[in-house]
């Protein structure tokens, strides 16, 4: 028969993954990745902790959960020790005799005992899920995010907001299990963040002329009787590159002589600046903005494989959450925007050259 330990390395040798690749990609730690593949339950401590794990793991692996966790409890299963009756195929013979007396005695009981108790039982029910009722009413917590990184315990339904303000962002835990589910809201855009334990996650957010990172770590779940996680959260306030919108350039976003020093020309025009056109491909989920000279700032979230195509007349600044997975392609050439995981903000925007007489294209870091 198939082993836990044999589904989980066969699985990940299969995609030529180590322990150390595995621990990196789920933020499992390296110990418990091999305590679940040597099937060492004594290692964790609860099993709360484990089950949340072997789904992380599971899962990342592309199994099947109810398949591992039937494996598991095989493997709780032979680690009892069988009875040496059973083992000796003997039974004792007062057992018997003993059921013979037992078993009309339990049958009265049920006859004339069953009704009151379950009358009983009814009715201590319903006062507990009145009271529960009336102890849960507006016990929904709301929390206001700071810069301070402090623990929380929080609830199903409880919320965070960041206020700058009118403008209000609102995180609301809309699930606690082996994972931790809530939803970020902000004006009319709304998205799903799934923590798992012990990971991190920073959420940025635009308001006005800021930019907000909103750190969000599970510290704990699971093991309460009330169903709750301790999460820490905490935000930081950073200047966000805009345009100037009373800037004295004109409204083709010209400047003169005034290169970067980390420029880089893209296309040369002896007479006039043209329009351009730019593509752009999300090799992963990334947030993404643009804002043209002139005009409003766009944020959208862009999922895996799409691709968005701009049409500009005017210079432009972009930002990406993640500068590896974001293609960017100008005139015909390819550009590697940085490395993976790297927030990268450029500009393009036309150059007029006095002694030149020519205008210039060029690409450069904000920051």
Known sequence: MRSLRDMLISKREEKGLTTSQVAYETNISKKYIE????????????EAYLLGFLRNYAEFLGLSYDAVLAEYKNCLLRDEPTPL???MGVKPSFEFKLWMVILPLVALGLFFGIPPVVKAVGNQIEIRKEALR?????????YIINDQYTDQKVKVNDTFSLNEGE?????????????????????????????????EVESEIVIKDKKYIVTLYLKDIGG??????????KSEARDFATFDSESNSDDLGLFSNDTAKDAKIIMVKKHSPDPYSISIKFEGDILFRYQQKGEELIENIYQKNSVLNLDITRSIMIWTSNAGLTKFKINGEVMVLGRTGEVHVFQLRWIYINDKDE???????AY
């Open 35 to 46: 305590a679940l593949e040597e099937e060492n339950f004594t290692e964790f401590p609860a």
């Open 134 to 142: 009336l102890a849960g009413e507006n016990k929904t917590k709301n």
């Open 85 to 87: 009756s059973e083992l």
């Open 167 to 199: 403008d209000k962002v609102t995180y609301i835990v809309q699930e606690i299990e082996s994972d931790l589910i809530l939803s970020e809201s902000y004006l009319d855009k709304e998205r799903v963040i799934t923590l798992k334990l012990g990971s």
């Open 359 to 365: 205008y210039r294209l060029e690409y450069s870091t």
């Open 224 to 233: 309460f009787s009330d169903n709750s996680a301790i999460l820490k959260i």
